[in-house]
């Protein structure tokens, strides 16, 4: 044994994790966040947090109860109106200062994020600096909350519009961008001077709590950010949705849950923000640079492990190049390193848990069964962790489940077409309209299709369009609502218009 490898060895800890990995874990509070105060679960309950790429447990975190759930979102309602009463300026000011602390602690909450999610640390670190990104970028819409004077129409009357805090908001994300996916709400609400209870999934809780710490350090006032990790989502979350003491809930996670979310969101008359699945379709036609399409196909459908509502889930390619588009996506995909997200130069990572796996097996068979071939990939390793190698299978028949449903892991499925017309009905028939992608030389080509396409979003010769600065949001049963850009901060502001009398 090396020394090198004694000293790894000496500083293995029970999780496995090394010394270092241990010191982050240990770092974060593993208490529920409730009126600036870190305090356990009712009764001292906690539930595990599991590292996906060794199946082992690496730390327990508060499991919340509904009371503890209430006492969250008494807290927020507590806080509401001074926070309410806030400057814009001093609101930008906080998020900015929270921004900064992120940067600062990007690498400690990169390798936390790996050890509770998986994706290789490359990618946590920079998803530490998007979702921090959301803090500035808000930190200045903070500043730009407009308003009008008018006159009525018909003169007499003047028309002064105002916009107001939503009020208290239940924020719930999903595990597969822990950090991103809360700043991309706690941003805007935020700057728009709304208080809010944050439940993080029970997969990645540890991300948010860390999150907690940097929003308290950078001055967040008491109450005005809560935190309540649980595993009974339903539970917790359900009375706290029906009591309407909050104002409004913003999801991020399955058309599914956002469904359920939604009919108890009418009991009160929430406000929703829904930002749901997605089963992106990414069409290659035959003028496209291939190698450019390759490539976005490779961010569309690789970034993080393919675990993104914004995946390729449907990879169209003309009948003229799909062969030689298969050739080269298979020979990209093959090369790619699969291994926990912490070793040097890997490239994926395992799938969050036994579940996630467990789909994309079913999937792949089903579409085996149906006649696809696998080009490369396809078959699960044996071994502790929920790995699964890039695959790409190539003549997926529409029929095929993977078509229809999100696959959520690191498979990617080429099915041909001949003609514009028919790739745009086949990309169109879903009920999904998250993202899609289009790869073309012809730009009138590419704004025709781009217009056809039923998506919130297009990504037009590139695979990725997240972007703080960018309206985020799908339509049909991908979502309601956009989250980014300028409009983002107005899902969290009220209207309040006072008619005049001169
Ligand atoms: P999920 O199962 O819907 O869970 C999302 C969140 O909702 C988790 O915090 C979960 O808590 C919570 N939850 C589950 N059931 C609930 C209930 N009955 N009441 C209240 N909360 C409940 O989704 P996921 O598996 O975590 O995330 C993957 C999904 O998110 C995919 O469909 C993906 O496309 C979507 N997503 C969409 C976007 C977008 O911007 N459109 C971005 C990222 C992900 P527990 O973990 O405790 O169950």
């Known amino acids: 044994m090396s020394t090198d490898t004694q000293a790894t060895a000496q500083t293995q800890t029970q999780g496995g994790l090394s010394g270092r990995e241990q010191q982050v874990v240990d770092q974060v509070e593993k208490r529920l966040l409730v009126g600036g105060r870190w305090v356990d679960a009712e009764g001292g309950a906690t539930f595990e947090v599991d590292d996906p790429a060794t199946g082992q447990v690496i730390a327990s975190v508060a499991d919340a109860t509904p009371a503890d759930g209430r006492r969250a979102l008494d807290a927020a309602v507590a806080a509401q109106a001074d926070f309410a009463r806030t400057t814009p300026r001093e609101r930008a000011d906080l998020l900015l200062r929270a921004h900064e602390l992120l940067m600062e602690r990007q690498d400690d909450l990169a390798l936390l ?41 018909a003169g007499g009357a003047r028309f002064l519009v105002t916009k107001q805090p939503v009020g208290p908001c239940l924020l719930i994300t999903p595990w597969n961008f822990p950090m991103a996916m809360g700043t991309r709400k706690i941003g805007p609400a935020l700057a728009a001077g709304c208080t809010s209870v944050v439940k993080p999934a029970h997969q990645t809780p540890l991300s948010m709590l860390a999150l907690g710490q940097v929003l308290q350090d950078a001055g967040v006032p008491d109450g005005v950010v809560n935190i309540v990790t649980c595993r009974d989502a339903g539970g917790v979350m359900e009375p706290l949705i029906r009591s309407g003491d909050a104002r409004k809930l913003s999801f991020t996670g399955s058309t599914k849950v956002g469904k359920v979310l939604l009919e108890q969101c009418a009991d009160k008359v929430l406000r929703t923000s829904m930002e749901l699945g997605g089963n992106a379709p990414f069409i290659v036609f035959d003028d496209a640079d291939l190698d450019e399409a390759v490539a976005g196909a490779m961010q569309a459908k690789m970034r993080n492990m393919g675990e993104a509502c914004t995946a390729a889930n449907r990879i169209y390619v003309h009948d003229n190049v799909i062969q030689q588009f298969g050739e080269k996506l298979s020979a990209a995909l093959a090369q790619l390193e699969v291994g926990r997200g912490t070793d040097d130069g890997v490239q994926v990572g395992p799938l969050v848990d036994e579940a996630g796996r467990r789909k994309v097996i079913d999937l792949l068979a089903d579409a085996t069964g149906r006649g696809a071939t696998v080009l490369t990939g396809g078959e699960a390793p044996d071994g502790p962790g929920w790995f699964f190698p890039p695959t790409v299978l190539t003549g997926v028949p529409g029929e095929a489940r993977m078509a229809h449903e999100e696959i959520f892991g690191p498979v990617a499925p080429l099915t041909p077409f001949s003609s514009e017309d028919e790739v745009i009905a086949a990309a169109n028939d879903t009920p999904y309209g998250l993202v899609a992608y289009v790869f073309t030389n012809d730009l009138r080509r590419g704004l025709r299709v781009a217009e056809a396409l039923e998506s919130g979003m297009v990504g037009l010769n590139q695979g990725v369009v997240s972007n703080p600065a960018a309206p985020f949001g799908g339509i049909k049963e991908s979502g309601l609502g956009r989250e980014g850009g300028s409009v983002g901060i107005e899902e969290f502001l009220e209207i309040k218009y006072v008619g005049i009398a001169m």
């Open 113 to 153: 994020m790996t050890l509770e999610m998986g994706k290789p640390l490359a990618e946590a670190k920079g998803e530490i600096a998007y979702a921090a990104e959301f803090f500035r970028h808000f930190s200045g819409e903070a500043l730009r909350i407009d308003g009008g004077y008018q006159t009525a129409p």
